[in-house]
């Protein structure tokens, strides 16, 4: 075989190499959106995508943390641009963050994992960086600044309006039916069967606290604020019944219902709160959008069809 025949083949061969690499950076290279002077690219997406999963997989893991991405996946683009527009509101007005709040940020998210090696894994995993991180938390906060300061500074809830809707909708300001319940929490299985026997024979939980190292607490709760198994077992109990021990997560817990609670209406005074804060986000999304739309309207934003 030749010398250039040779020759040929080596190059043929490291350009088979490198072209699905080249192919790779081009598509991370490719402009899916123009907002004014500023273009998004794939790697742009590709990246928010990974930051958001990133930061849903403290609340979902596995099939549910990717059925929850999937279903924001349309939205995802649409929200790049106005994050994007509403950074370039923040630069025009000179808006500054203090760096502190970010490394705080980075810490709290950091602060999930056993060591940092396993930080920078997960990061990896997702196809990030701790600049990449740092730099979503800086935007974030740069957003919260800006809509601050011409958003929600603006916001005002005076008291008739909390009157009025309370007038109005007085029947939805009805509390849940409570249970007051005493919990008495174990290490042992077979301990924590022992205990609920003896419950249930009449002996006082005073005298089983001498005599078995358990833990005894008591919470007033509706059943929308307990967690679902718990809520199954407190609902099913009447007054002065005591449960089976069921496990969470490393312990034995035993519930003793003391006291069923009726439902009843809320005055004024104490669902205030809770309408105000109803009123006032619902201002603030209102707000919101129609600030988003009027910075929309003058910019130039141009999405791409391919």
């Given amino acids: 075989m030749s010398k250039k025949l040779k020759l040929f083949i080596l190059i043929c061969a490291l350009a088979l190499c490198v072209l699905p690499f080249t192919f790779t950076c081009f598509a991370e290279d490719k402009i899916i959106a123009i907002v004014n002077s500023d273009v998004i690219t794939q790697k742009d997406l590709n990246d928010f995508i990974g930051f958001m999963r990133m930061q849903l997989s403290a609340d979902f893991k596995g099939k549910a943390l990717e059925e929850k991405i999937q279903s924001m996946k349309q939205d995802l683009l649409n929200r790049l641009i106005e994050d994007r527009l509403i950074l370039q509101e923040a630069k ?6 203090d760096e502190n709040r970010v490394k705080a940020r980075i810490s709290e998210v950091r602060g999930r994992y056993a060591s940092d090696a396993e930080f920078k894994e997960d990061l990896a995993k997702h196809g990030l960086t701790q600049a990449d991180m740092e730099s979503r938390f800086r935007e974030q906060l740069l957003m919260y600044e800006i809509v601050e300061q011409m958003v929600r500074s603006k916001i005002i809830v005076r008291p008739e309006e909390v009157t009025s809707f309370y007038n109005k909708n007085i029947k939805e300001f009805v509390s849940g039916e409570e249970r007051e319940v005493e919990t008495v929490a174990l290490e042992n299985d077979d ?8 419950l249930r024979t009449g002996i006082k939980l005073v005298d089983l606290a001498a005599r ?4 005894v607490n008591k919470l007033n709760a509706r059943k929308e604020e307990l967690r679902k198994d718990i ?4 609902f099913k109990l009447g007054v002065s019944e005591v449960s089976n021990p069921i496990k969470i997560d490393d312990k034995y817990y035993i519930f003793k219902l003391e006291n069923i609670i009726p439902s009843r209406q809320l005055s004024l005074s104490e669902a205030q709160d809770k ?3 109803f009123l006032f986000e619902k201002k603030m999304q209102e707000k919101l959008t129609k600030w988003l739309d009027e910075i929309r309207q003058k910019s130039y934003v141009k999405i791409s069809q391919d």
């Fill in 92 to 97: 025009k007005n000179n808006i500054r963050i």
């Fill in 191 to 198: 301990l924590a069967r022992i205990v609920s026997y003896e």
């Fill in 212 to 215: 078995y190292p358990l833990t």
């Fill in 231 to 234: 809520a199954d077992v407190v």
């Fill in 275 to 277: 309408i105000y804060a």
